[in-house]
């Protein structure tokens, strides 16, 4: 999980979920602006979910690396996936009729999925951020897509766990578009607007598709 340090001194730290990078090839907006990134921040923690060993990229050295272990321990996290479920499900339930979608059980499944996988990483993203003083420590984040790694950021900040300042993400088609999932259906759509200081779409197409009337902020 990187290198364990302690910080007496006030800092800004910026926290990136990413799937790939800088394991592979991909999310090229990070390969293009981690040099940037890292002259505007003290520190940044990068949690990718990439199961490969090997960097692809070189990195300042203010920059570190995590890796986020997909092996679900649902003891180990039980009272915050209790805790999570209490406060989303009949939420979930509510959203989904809006939108006259029926809450069938393939939709449970991928919910419950989704619920105890965002948990599981936040327990991780939390666990190392434990080595910064929070009182001397501004946290931000950003999350290059909008699926269980960000929903963990927002868990962290729901319940004061870690404070962040700003929370934010990128949206794309696949973490955006129902109809290319099965079954047709992405979870806690509702708890991101909550929760999410800034979400950047790609396209006007892609607000329309989330909320057409949620107010579109700038990104870090």
Same mark, same amino acid.
Not at 71 to 94: A, D, G, V
Not at 100 to 105: E, K
Not at 202 to 211: L, P, Q, R, W, Y
């Given at each position: 999980?990187?290198?364990?340090?302690?910080?007496?001194?006030?800092?800004?730290?910026?926290?990136?979920?990413?799937?790939?990078?800088?394991?592979?090839?991909?999310?090229?907006l990070?390969?293009e602006?981690?040099g940037?990134?890292?002259?505007?921040?003290?520190?940044?923690?990068?949690?990718?979910?990439?199961?490969?060993? !090997?960097?692809?990229?070189?990195l300042?050295?203010?920059v570190?690396?995590n890796?986020?272990d997909?092996?679900?321990?649902?003891?180990?996290?039980?009272?915050?996936?209790?805790?999570?479920?209490?406060?989303?499900?009949?939420? !979930?339930?509510?959203?989904?009729?809006?939108r006259?979608?029926?809450?069938?059980?393939p939709?449970?499944?991928?919910?419950?999925?989704?619920v105890?996988?965002?948990?599981?990483?936040?327990?991780? =993203?939390?666990?190392?951020l434990?080595?910064?003083?929070?009182?001397?420590?501004?946290?931000?984040?950003q999350?290059?897509?909008?699926?269980?790694?960000?929903?963990?950021?927002?868990?962290?900040?729901?319940?004061?766990?870690?404070?962040?300042?700003?929370?934010?993400?990128?949206?794309?088609?696949?973490?955006?578009?129902?109809?290319?999932?099965?079954?047709?259906y992405?979870?806690?759509?509702?708890?991101?607007?909550?929760?999410?200081?800034?979400?950047?779409?790609?396209?006007?197409?892609?607000?329309? =598709?989330?909320?057409?009337n949620?107010?579109?902020?700038?990104?870090?």
């Open positions: 999980m990187g290198n364990v340090f302690y910080i007496n001194y006030e800092k800004k730290v910026l926290v990136i979920t990413t799937d790939l990078f800088p394991y592979g090839h991909s999310e090229l990070y390969s602006n981690i940037y990134l890292s002259q505007q921040f003290d520190v940044i923690e990068i949690f990718s979910r990439a199961n490969d060993n !090997e960097l692809k990229y070189n300042p050295d203010n570190f690396v890796q986020l997909s092996t679900i321990y649902i003891l180990e996290n039980l009272s915050n996936i209790i805790r999570f479920l209490f406060i989303s499900f009949f939420k !979930e339930l509510k959203y989904l009729r809006s006259d979608v029926m809450f069938s059980y939709c449970l499944k991928v919910y419950l999925n989704t105890i996988q965002s948990v599981h990483y936040s327990n991780q =993203i939390e666990k190392r434990r080595c910064y003083n929070s009182i001397c420590t501004d946290f931000y984040s999350s290059y897509w909008c699926n269980e790694s960000f929903l963990a950021i927002l868990f962290l900040k729901k319940y004061n766990l870690v404070s962040f300042q700003i929370t934010s993400s990128y949206l794309h088609g696949y973490d955006l578009v129902w109809e290319r999932h099965y079954p047709v992405l979870p806690l759509r509702w708890f991101i607007v909550d929760n999410a200081n800034k979400l950047f779409f790609v396209s006007e197409f892609g607000k329309n =598709i989330f909320n057409p949620l107010i579109i902020l700038q990104p870090l």
